[in-house]
Nanobody, 123 residues
Framework: VQLQASGGGLVQAGGSLRLSCAAS????????MGWFRQAPGKEREFVAA????????MYADYVKGRFTISRNNAENTLYLQMNRLKPEDTAVYYC?????????????????WGQGTLVTVSS
């Protein structure tokens, strides 16, 4: 599966953005999907994940209550709604697909990665 992330941009602290990840192919619904991010000079970190059917989600503590992951299998699209953004949320955000049964926060369990979209939050 090929993944294309979009929706990044510049936003003020406290604002919102919605990221999208368009997947090619007919097997999108067979993958657990996740969002990761990488800030300048830092390691890539987990943000959120969602099961194949979208019935269960997982979040990193630092985004819980502010970010919402969702998916539309009919449209082969993954979303990340980001509210109450903080300057520390500034990073390149990546979507990823995993051939696992359950959601996972381990990057090495994801098989396919999108190219990333930059989110910049100004203070």
């Amino acid at each position: 599966v090929q993944l294309q992330a979009s929706g990044g941009g510049l936003v003020q602290a406290g604002g919102s953005l919605r990221l999208s990840c368009a997947a090619s192919g007919r097997t999108f619904s067979s993958y657990v999907m996740g969002w990761f991010r990488q800030a300048p000079g830092k390691e890539r970190e987990f943000v959120a994940a969602i099961t194949r059917t979208g019935t269960s989600t997982m979040y990193a503590d630092y985004v819980k209550g502010r970010f919402t992951i969702s998916r539309n299998n009919a449209e082969n699209t993954l979303y990340l709604q980001m509210n109450r953004l903080k300057p520390e949320d500034t990073a390149v955000y990546y979507c990823a697909a995993a051939r696992t049964v359950f959601t996972t926060r381990r990057a090495n369990e994801y098989d396919y990665w999108g190219q990333g979209t930059l989110v910049t939050v100004s203070s």
